[in-house]
């Protein structure tokens, strides 16, 4: 599992910009809870909300097939894949709100790898009991 590391780890320093991210735009807006009907500061509050949902379980998912032992350049795709999806999303929802190449990009990679992680754990394990 040390090529998931690698992606975990970059992953939780974007992460913790996201975070540093809100929190500079809650002490420029003097916005302490919630979003005070303030646009920019809601979606910096989506942008990271939606990488909290979305990356912990696709991290889960890419250790479990490093874990397995599939090929090391397919976990490192989807490590990649993951990485540039959430980079491509976050950059394409702080520009504008509406449908953007970044966003929408950047959400079919996330789920490209989610998809894929699961259907080859799927395999994995229905092979088990083949």
Do not use: W
């Not at 809870?33 to 509050?45: F, P, Q, R, V």
């Not at 990271?48 to 090929?71: G, K, R, T, W």
Request: with cysteine; charged share 10%; aromatic share 10%.
């Amino acid at each position: 599992m040390l090529i998931t590391g690698l992606y975990a780890g970059i992953l939780a320093l974007l992460f913790i910009a996201l975070c540093v991210n809100v929190i500079r735009k809650r002490l420029a807006f003097k916005i302490g809870i919630g979003d005070g009907g303030n646009h920019e500061l809601s979606k910096a509050i989506r942008i990271h909300a939606n990488f909290a949902e979305h990356v912990p379980f696709a991290i889960v998912l890419i250790a479990l097939c490093d874990y397995a032992q599939y090929n090391p350049y397919l976990i490192h795709a989807m490590g990649l894949t993951l990485l540039m999806g959430r980079v491509l999303h976050s950059y394409g929802l702080s520009k504008t709100s509406v449908r953007s190449s970044g966003r929408t990009f950047g959400v079919l990679m996330t789920y490209a790898v989610i998809i894929i992680a699961a259907l080859l754990l799927i395999i994995q394990g229905a092979q088990a009991y083949i």
